[in-house]
């Protein structure tokens, strides 16, 4: 895995490269909340530094966490930011064995899309695996557009949006940089990946363009 995240800088432009940052991250932690238990065993794949992991954790404080990644200094900065709540922490790739579980949840932002298509498919097989019955598997990630012009419109309008809220030209500069290594999969794509899996009530539950909050759940 190449190293493209810099620990040490990586948390403080989020609100301006994430659009709908609170929405973005906030659906996952609310659909959480509705669906596990006050001491849910959730775990955070490409969890970074923690800001999921962390938005879930303010609304379910009784929550269990397991924040896996392949860099160690983004989960360095994690372990901080989760200081005081149960967690655990794995440095390891997504196509590495995941942990045990079993998990009332299993969430990941902006991760899962530097991934290959069958690395993807196979990571959902394995999430659901790894699942507790009626668990919930929550992906928040950039989705491909289904056109080039659909492309270019999404791209303009997530710049355009980081620049209305302060990012300058060199910010956009190293955000267009860093996603030319993105590996976007189409929407209806993954929910059928989903659907193959064994997920059930498949569906993408927030939309901003190309951005998407969409999962499934295990039956009971
Ligand atoms: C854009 S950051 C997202 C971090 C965090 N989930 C968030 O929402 O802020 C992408 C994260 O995925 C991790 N990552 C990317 N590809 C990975 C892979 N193949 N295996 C494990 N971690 C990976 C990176 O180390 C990084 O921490």
């Not at 530094?49 to 924040?67: K, N, Q």
């Not at 902006?110 to 992906?139: Q, S, V, W």
């Not at 990946?193 to 997920?199: E, I, K, N, T, V």
Request: include cysteine; glycine fraction near 8%; proline fraction near 5%.
């Amino acid at each position: 895995m190449s190293e493209v995240w810099d620990a040490a800088t990586y948390d403080e432009p989020r609100r301006r490269l994430v659009p709908c940052f609170d929405d973005f991250y906030g659906v996952v932690g609310e659909l959480v909340v509705r669906s596990c238990p006050a001491a849910a065993r959730v775990l955070d794949l490409g969890a970074g530094t923690g800001i999921l992991s962390a938005t879930i954790a303010e609304r379910l404080p009784a929550a269990r966490f397991h924040l896996f990644d392949g860099s160690e200094s983004m989960l360095a900065q994690a372990q901080r930011r989760l200081a005081g709540r149960e967690a655990h922490f794995t440095v390891a790739l997504l196509t590495d064995p995941l942990p045990a579980g079993p998990f009332d949840a299993i969430v990941s932002s902006l991760a899962i899309h530097h991934l290959h298509d069958e690395e993807k498919r196979d990571l959902y097989e394995r999430a659901l695996e790894r699942l507790a019955p009626g668990g919930l598997f929550l992906n928040a990630d950039q989705i491909a557009a289904p056109t080039p012009e659909l492309d270019a419109l999404y791209r303009a309008l997530h710049l355009d949006r980081a620049r209305e809220l302060g990012s300058d030209e060199a910010e956009v500069a190293a955000a267009v940089e860093r996603m030319r290594v993105d590996r976007n999969a189409l929407l209806p794509e993954q929910l059928e990946w989903l659907h193959s899996a064994g997920f059930q009530h498949v569906d993408c539950f927030w939309r901003w363009h190309g951005f998407a909050v969409f999962g499934g759940g295990k039956g009971r």
